[in-house]
Nanobody, 116 residues
Framework: QVQLVESGGGLVQPGGSLRLSCAAS????????MSWYRQAPGKERELVAR????????NYADSVKGRFTISRDNAKNTVYLQMNSLKPEDTAVYYC?????????WGKGTLVTVSS
């Protein structure tokens, strides 16, 4: 049974930091590119960051470049998103996404709220 379980969300003040984790099981994690997406209220889901299967390449949305860092630990079947200098506009549900050719899986999301 494939599972992607996000954790680490919560309420943080502007300028603060959070670290999201996504624990994977039920598939060969090290063979999958992993991504973080987010969906704010009333908006479409958007790509935040992506990392290749071995972790050698990463991509970021322009809105988070220089503030967010995606990483993975294939030994722990986990992908991370370190979020620094958070802004109110980063408020969203953050989803973990695994993709390899025609196979793709979504997590159920974790809520991040940036507010004073």
């Amino acid at each position: 049974q494939v599972q992607l379980v996000e954790s680490g969300g919560g309420l943080v003040q502007p300028g603060g930091s959070l670290r999201l984790s996504c624990a994977a099981s039920g598939f060969t994690f090290s063979s999958y590119a992993m991504s973080w997406y987010r969906q704010a209220p009333g908006k479409e889901r958007e790509l935040v960051a992506r990392i290749t299967s071995a972790g050698g390449n990463t991509n970021y949305a322009d809105s988070v470049k220089g503030r967010f860092t995606i990483s993975r630990d294939n030994a722990k079947n986990t992908v991370y998103l370190q979020m620094n200098s958070l802004k109110p506009e980063d408020t969203a549900v953050y989803y973990c996404y695994a993709r390899r050719t025609v196979s793709a899986y979504w997590g159920k999301g974790t809520l991040v709220t940036v507010s004073s």
